[in-house]
């Protein structure tokens, strides 16, 4: 009796020991699930626009950053709907070219591309060391370039990504894939740092209908708030912009810096234009459209080698709203009006 009740004892205190144990790591199973489930939902989100990442994984790549040309004989351009941020900056007499930059998404074909401006490295200084697909430029630009926070990859030394779509008449003819372009540079595996903050719309902002910047009797851009598609939409001289695929060029953001601009020492073509000078750092005027509102402020940049922050009038930080940004490179000659 003594005997079976020992061994009694020891299978009971051996059940006891086992089933603590299971519970002890059941515990630890659900918090490390928890633990792996919040980890990566931090990752979840791209850096540059605040949305969910494609497959719920934001890519291990850096920004990619194209220049498109937006003369009207180049329109309708490829890709820039899907891109997260637009840079739309001043050239020569005012027309405009564009910096597409992309790292979530991979549309397969980006153009027409064109050469590079000096204004270029001002905004590829702020992507961390982006990849930058370009058509040449003239020396002194290249030579800036090689100073710049950018992997320089002209493409015309990369003929392998260079797409040439039927029907395109060159200089409009020259295209590219974002998968051949990030490709270049396959041991880059670092996503950008964010340019904006987003977050609920300033209490400062005013209901508004459109915007209209008149760099040019070519480049007449006008923005206006769709409230059915919840985004503003592209038009030049009262035409709705549209990309290859025949859709309306829309941003969730519109974003207009106004910055000083000087002109020379350098021709940029044969009929003499001069080239662009844009002072990037300093402070100068912004605003903010989102959701049919606007919010006014300023830009502050103290040197290229540090980020833009935007506040509004009243010293708060401008909240972005979720999705892709236009910023929209305004020189303080040009005229812009606003529609409220």
């Known amino acids: 009796m003594r005997q079976k009740f020992v061994v009694t004892v020891l299978v009971l205190l051996l059940v ?16 490390l699930k928890k633990t792996t489930t919040t980890t990566s939902l931090a990752s979840l989100k791209c850096p540059l626009t605040d949305t969910s990442a494609p497959g719920n994984l934001v890519p291990m790549r850096p920004a990619l950053a194209i220049k498109v040309d937006n003369y009207p004989t180049a329109r309708p351009q490829a890709g820039l709907n899907q891109a997260d941020v637009v840079f739309d900056e001043p050239v020569e007499g005012f027309i405009t070219r564009f910096v597409a930059v992309f790292q979530c998404q991979t549309p397969p074909l980006v153009g027409p591309i064109r050469s590079a401006r000096l204004i270029d490295v001002a905004i590829l200084d702020e992507l961390s060391d982006p990849i930058f697909i370009h058509a040449g430029g003239i020396q002194q630009v290249i030579d800036a370039l090689k100073a710049a926070n950018a992997y320089d990859d002209n493409i015309f030394w990369h003929g392998s990504i260079e797409i040439n779509p039927p029907g395109r008449q060159a200089p409009y003819d020259t295209y ?32 508004v209908s459109s915007i209209n910047i008149n760099f040019s009797p070519t480049n007449d851009t006008t923005w206006t708030w769709d409230a059915a598609l919840k985004k503003f939409e592209l038009s030049y001289k009262g035409v709705v912009a549209l990309d290859s695929l025949g859709l309306p060029l829309v941003a969730n953001n519109v974003l207009v810096e106004r910055v000083s601009v000087t002109f020379g020492p350098w021709w940029e073509n044969s009929q003499g234009g001069l080239e662009v000078v844009a002072d990037m750092t300093g402070t100068g005027q912004a605003s903010l459209f989102r959701d049919g509102e606007v919010v006014n402020g300023t830009w502050q940049r103290s040197s290229l080698a540090s980020p833009t922050t935007y506040v509004d009038n009243s010293g708060e930080s401008m909240n972005f709203t979720p999705g892709n940004t236009w910023v929209e490179i305004v020189p303080n000659q040009v005229s812009t009006s606003v529609n409220p």
């Open 16 to 31: 006891g020991i086992v089933t603590a144990s299971c519970s002890s790591h059941s515990i630890k199973k659900v918090v």
């Open 176 to 207: 590219t894939s974002t998968t051949n372009a990030w490709a270049l540079q396959p041991s880059d595996t670092t996503p950008p740092e964010p340019l904006f903050n987003f977050g609920p719309i300033n209490k400062s902002a005013s209901s």
